[in-house]
């Protein structure tokens, strides 16, 4: 399975991805945690990534770019790409690369959702920076605040998810990678739900509508 999941900050993608990795068989590709990654390990991406990232702006489109050619190697049976791509260079890039391999996409999944939650959920959103597990204070708590359930050790919360850096996000959202909603209808391939729902109810939309969408 080869999916795109494209939608606004705190619209529920990575939690999403993480849900369906192991039912597909596929691993999450989250451009931003491997930027993140390169961040706390101060490698040459990281140091150049790391201004964009602070004030909320995209990294160049060469970086994304590259940094997902390498990446995708790694990935010959499919992939769940989070957060890539988010300009229509990205995504003219992205149908090259898939073309060059000999690669059908299968679905891109609209997450749409309603400005003023995703700010919410963004400023409770705590996450595990060694598994990529997403915690929300309000809507998933762990059972202890700030452990991870799972391996005991600390979550953290993301600098860029302030409220003014979110809100820059989400505008950045808007400007530069809205477009690819038509982009990628226009090339029949988008499927949009409903992001507003209990997350479960969310994971059950999308394998139903990824499923007539493979079918088709
Ligand atoms: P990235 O890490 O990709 O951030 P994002 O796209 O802004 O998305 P988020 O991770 O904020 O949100 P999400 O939709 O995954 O939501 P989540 O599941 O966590 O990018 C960060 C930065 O990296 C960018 O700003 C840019 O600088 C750079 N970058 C990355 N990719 C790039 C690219 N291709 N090109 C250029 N630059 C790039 O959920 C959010 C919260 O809501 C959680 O607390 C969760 O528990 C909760 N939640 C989720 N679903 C529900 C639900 N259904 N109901 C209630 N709560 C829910």
Known sequence: MRLIFLGPPGAGKGTQAQILQERYGVQQVSTG?????????????????????????????????RMVETE????????????????????????????????????????EAGR?????????????????????????????????????????????DKPETAEKRLAVYEKQTAPLVDYYRRRGKLVAVDAMQPVDRVTEEIVAKIGAAAAA
């Open 72 to 111: 995708l190697d790694r990935h010959p049976n499919g992939f769940i790409m989070d957060g890539f791509p988010r300009t229509i260079a990205q995504a003219e890039s992205f149908d090259a690369l898939l073309e060059r391999k000999g690669w059908r996409l299968d679905a891109v999944v609209l997450f």
């Open 33 to 65: 945690d491997i930027l993140r990654a390169n961040l706390q390990q101060r490698t040459e991406l990281g140091t150049i990534a790391e201004t964009f990232m602070r004030r909320g702006d995209l990294v160049p489109d060469e970086v994304a770019v």
């Open 116 to 160: 003023e939650a995703l700010i919410a959920r963004l400023s409770g959103r705590w996450t595990n920076p060694r598994t990529g597990r997403i915690y929300n204070a309000t809507t998933s708590p762990p059972k202890r605040a700030g452990i991870d359930d799972e391996d005991g050790g600390p979550l953290v919360q993301r600098d860029d």
